[in-house]
């Protein structure tokens, strides 16, 4: 296996799996809170700390491989705030009822490491726009969802039922789904990772 994916994301590997790329997926063990605790100490933003975590995912499973690494990371953007994933159901009521009417920024970094070092990276930014839904519409999508809106930061899969939550998406679905495809895909076959 030549192609390591740097996560144990459910969406990241169904991105690789239905582009049909065949990968090994390990977990970086990255404390993330520490290094965003870190970084934004240091004043960076949602976009940077994104860039940063998915560069250090990669890094440290190359760390010794010959092996093209994948790391890759995502933030919720708030008028630049950033934004965890919610740790309830509670949470997630409340971090929907947040978003609800506004638009937001999802920043995707997606970073390739070999032998320990970066070699190639992308940054992609998408805004979402959810709609003024009801209270009643939210309760529904959270009993419908529970446990599954805490996967992401913004509490909704945009492959499932939390596509109902917005009036407008600009940006790349993959982005979006949290792992930038479009360019990895080009690097991978300018390697020789995938066929051209």
Do not use: N
Request: a negative charge; hydrophobic letters at 45%.
């Amino acid at each position: 296996m030549s192609l390591i994916l740097a996560s144990k994301s459910a969406a990241r590997r169904a991105v690789l799996d239905g582009a049909g790329v065949r990968y090994e997926a390990r977990v970086a063990g990255v404390d993330e809170d520490a290094v965003k605790t870190s970084l934004l100490a240091e004043g960076a933003g949602p976009r940077e700390i994104a860039d940063a975590l998915a560069e250090l995912k990669a890094i440290r499973v190359s760390a010794g491989r010959p092996d093209f690494v994948i790391g890759s990371d995502q933030t919720l953007d708030l008028d630049g705030q950033l934004y965890d994933k919610a740790e309830s159901v509670e949470a997630a009521r409340e971090r929907l009822r947040l978003l609800r009417g506004r638009t937001h920024k999802l920043h995707s970094a997606v970073v390739v490491a070999k032998e320990g070092a970066p070699i190639w990276r992308e940054i992609v930014t998408a805004s979402l726009t959810m709609r003024d839904f009801s209270d009643a519409f939210l309760e529904e999508y959270l009993a419908q969802e529970g446990e599954h809106a805490l996967g992401s930061v913004g509490c909704y899969r945009l492959e499932g039922p939390g596509a109902q939550l917005f009036s407008k998406i600009e940006g790349d679905y993959f982005a979006i789904l949290g792992l930038p495809l479009m360019g990895l895909l080009a690097l991978l076959r300018r390697h020789g990772e995938l066929a051209e």
